[in-house]
T-cell receptor, first 116, second 115 residues
Framework: AQKVTQAQTEISVVEKEDVTLDCVYE???????LFWYKQPPSGELVFLIR??????QNEISGRYSWNFQKSTSSFNFTITASQVVDSAVYFC?????????????FGAGTRLFVKA | GAVVSQHPSWVICKSGTSVKIECRSLDFQATTMFWYRQFPKQSLMLMATSNEGSKATYEQGVEKDKFLINHASLTLSTLTVTSAHPEDSSFYIC???????????FGSGTRLTVV
């Protein structure tokens, strides 16, 4: 069955600190997709990244980086030199074929507070 | 890039009335759309999968007679909350799959308040 676990409910950091958001997933499929979304207070979901299960290459985009480790079923997200504007809820999500429709299941989310 | 428009952004309705929320894919055809509900400070919970030209598939525990989904065209899916009650107040978000890349695009969400 699909499952996404974000063990960190809330994280509070001071501006310019680095912060890592953890994500552990479960799936029986060999083909699946992992996502990270940002949800600011306004509510809309902002797409950050998608990885497929065959591409374990880590990725860096500006201050954001992602570490995909199939061996530990983890897809962690690091923000370097955090800024106040990074304050939001971050969701990790998984999509696989187990239900035949590539439904996306979300983790519980991690609320990040970045203080000035 | 792919854009999904969701309307209205917010709505307030009286208990017992019905509310329709629209989800449109603006620059791509979406054979499959998904509807999610999010209660305050909680995660997004999948309600149903909407397939163009066929019946929606509802997740366990979601009342299909209360949350009517229609996906009549490749660019439009609608969610109608029938006989709304205060406990239906929530944030509803749709997403569409930008096949064949299996990318997902989310609408901006609809905040429903039932008074």
């Amino acid at each position: 069955a699909q499952k996404v676990t974000q063990a960190q409910t809330e994280i509070s950091v001071v501006e310019k600190e680095d912060v890592t958001l953890d994500c552990v997933y479960e799936t029986r499929d060999t083909t699946y997709y992992l996502f990270w979304y940002k949800q600011p207070p306004s509510g809309e979901l902002v797409f950050l990244i998608r990885r497929n299960s065959f591409d374990e290459q880590n990725e860096i985009s500006g201050r954001y980086s992602w570490n995909f480790q199939k061996s530990t079923s983890s897809f962690n997200f690091t923000i370097t030199a955090s800024q106040v504007v990074d304050s939001a809820v971050y969701f990790c999500a998984l999509s696989d074929t187990s239900t035949g429709g590539f439904k996306t299941i979300f983790g519980a989310g991690t609320r990040l507070f970045v203080k000035a | 890039g792919a854009v999904v428009s969701q309307h209205p952004s917010w709505v307030i309705c009286k208990s017992g009335t019905s509310v329709k929320i629209e989800c449109r894919s603006l620059d791509f055809q979406a054979t499959t759309m998904f509807w999610y509900r999010q209660f305050p400070k909680q995660s997004l919970m999948l309600m149903a999968t909407s397939n163009e030209g066929s019946k929606a598939t509802y997740e366990q525990g979601v009342e299909k007679d209360k949350f009517l989904i229609n996906h009549a065209s490749l660019t439009l899916s609608t969610l109608t909350v029938t006989s709304a009650h205060p406990e239906d107040s929530s944030f509803y978000i749709c997403s569409a799959r930008d096949s064949p890349n299996y990318g997902y695009t989310f609408g901006s969400g609809t905040r429903l308040t039932v008074v």
